[in-house]
């Protein structure tokens, strides 16, 4: 089990500075099991330490892996130009961590939004390579024929694309309503497979990714959790089939 001082432990949760770390240890804001530690060379195991600061109580986590149910006119940016950042949602010293969006919802677009400091798991939930069923709930301009749901299915002609793009399952929820299931994560992938087909997406969610759904985690629209690691487990796992 490795140990590490306090101070590199506070900074490498995204505290700040190691100086400044040290300055809070110091002046006994931090405590351990209910007990102040004011000097910052402590060597403590650091898996699994629990502690108290800012009269929060906090876990050492090496990795962030955090799921976000994100609200609409947020963006997916650490530098967003035109709505709040999706980072603004999170505590601040998760920015200090360069937690960073997995893959991307449009500003607009609602749902399940994956968030990491892990780039190999950031890299390989992105990948295309992982067939990885995204589940989508849009709400649609015109009624849901099934015409629309044919065409979802076998696929619609997107201008910049070399081959027709399909869902790997297509159903109708209500007269305005369609759960859509893809693999790929193209450019407003959704939304232009609907004006495709004719019709158009007033509203979208999404609703799952791999075995992990937005109704489990039981989240309400700005509202974030930490992932444990059978919901971890979930996420290269298929339920669309």
Known sequence: MKKLSLDRILQSQGFGTRKYCQELIAEGAVSIAGEVV??????????????????????????????????????????PSHHPGVLTLLPEQFSWRDVQPVGRLDHDTTGLLLMSDDGAFIHAQSSPRRHIPKIYVATTHAPVTT????????????HD??????????RKIDEHQLEIVLEQGKYHQVKRMLAAAGNHCDALQRAAIGGLTLDALALKEGEWCYLNAAQMALLSASEAA
Request: hydrophobic letters at 40%; glycine letters at 4%.
């Open 147 to 158: 015409e629309l749901v044919a065409a979802m299915l076998g696929g619609v002609k997107l």
């Open 38 to 79: 004011t000097d910052y060379r402590s060597k403590i195991a650091a898996d699994g330490l629990q502690f108290t600061l800012f009269d929060a109580e906090w876990t050492y986590r090496e990795h962030l892996y955090v799921a976000l149910n994100k609200p609409a006119n947020f963006e997916c940016s650490r530098k």
């Open 161 to 170: 694309e070399p081959e027709p793009l399909r869902a790997v399952s297509c």
